[in-house]
Nanobody, 123 residues
Framework: QVRLVESGGGLVQAGGSLTLSCAAS????????VAWFRQGPGKEREFVAA????????YYTDSVKGRFTASRDNAKSMVELQMNSLKPEDTGIYYC????????????????WGQGTQVTVSS
């Protein structure tokens, strides 16, 4: 069992930056790959980024490549998502999620979820 708590969301102007954090507790954090998903207003939840348990692999959806960076500190059981050059279309609730398996980009592939943190990018 893994408990995930996101933080760091807020209101930012287009072109600005935010760093989201996902703090994990419970089961051995290093057993899990962690992904970020987001759900914009009136939209379905979508995959944003993922980082493997050993930090060796990262993967990003095309719309955030070059702007977002996922990182993790296993000693602190923490995952971060650095978001730069934010756009209004990045607005949404951002969730972190954990999976014992690497490779899934679908919500169904992730067993544990945080409660989400709101990111709003104004134009």
């Amino acid at each position: 069992q893994v408990r995930l708590v996101e933080s760091g969301g807020g209101l930012v102007q287009a072109g600005g930056s935010l760093t989201l954090s996902c703090a994990a507790s419970g089961d051995a954090f290093t057993n899990y790959a962690v992904a970020w998903f987001r759900q914009g207003p009136g939209k379905e939840r979508e995959f944003v980024a993922a980082i493997s348990w050993n930090i060796q692999y990262t993967y990003y959806t095309d719309s955030v490549k070059g702007r977002f960076t996922a990182s993790r500190d296993n000693a602190k059981s923490m995952v971060e998502l650095q978001m730069n050059s934010l756009k209004p279309e990045d607005t949404g609730i951002y969730y972190c999620a954990a999976s014992e398996f690497w490779g899934s980009r679908r919500s169904e592939g992730f067993k544990f979820w945080g409660q989400g943190t709101q990111v709003t990018v104004s134009s």
